[in-house]
């Protein structure tokens, strides 16, 4: 039972990470109208999946049957490797390697999605074996 909060908590706390740390703790660069940069749509991008995220971990608490918890972690997984796609292949950043969406935003959203998928998965993972 205390499971659900623990997972629920963490990943409330990464999606609005992810949400909101590339238009405030790891800034993408600033908006400019008459170049728009790639890095500024890939932190419009994650601003939704992040979004998405928090609310799977809102609904970690709130819910009580372990298959639909499991399916929402498989959910977190998923949208977990998306993370750090958007600013890798999808969408990218920058150009200049001495821009911080390439020195900080990046690697920041890698790490976050890479917890994303551990703490997904290793819920869904223990919520397997609580059903058997």
Not at 25 to 40: A, D, G, Q, S, Y
Not at 63 to 78: E, N
Request: glycine share 10%.
């Amino acid at each position: 039972m205390k499971n659900k909060y623990v997972v629920g908590a963490l990943l409330l706390v990464l999606g609005l990470l992810i949400a909101f740390g590339p238009q405030s703790i790891f800034p993408v660069c600033e908006f400019n109208p008459e170049k728009p940069m790639k890095c500024n749509w890939m932190g419009k991008a994650e601003l939704g999946v992040g979004l998405v995220i928090a609310v799977i971990g809102v609904l970690q608490m709130v819910m009580d049957h372990a298959k639909v918890r499991q399916g929402l972690s498989m959910a977190a997984v998923l949208l977990g490797v998306l993370v750090p796609l958007l600013p890798l292949k999808l969408i990218g950043v920058c150009m200049n390697v001495h821009m911080r969406c390439v020195t900080l935003t990046r690697p920041a959203l890698i790490m976050l999605g890479v917890l994303t998928v551990l703490v997904g998965g290793l819920s869904a993972f223990a919520l397997n074996k609580v059903e058997k």
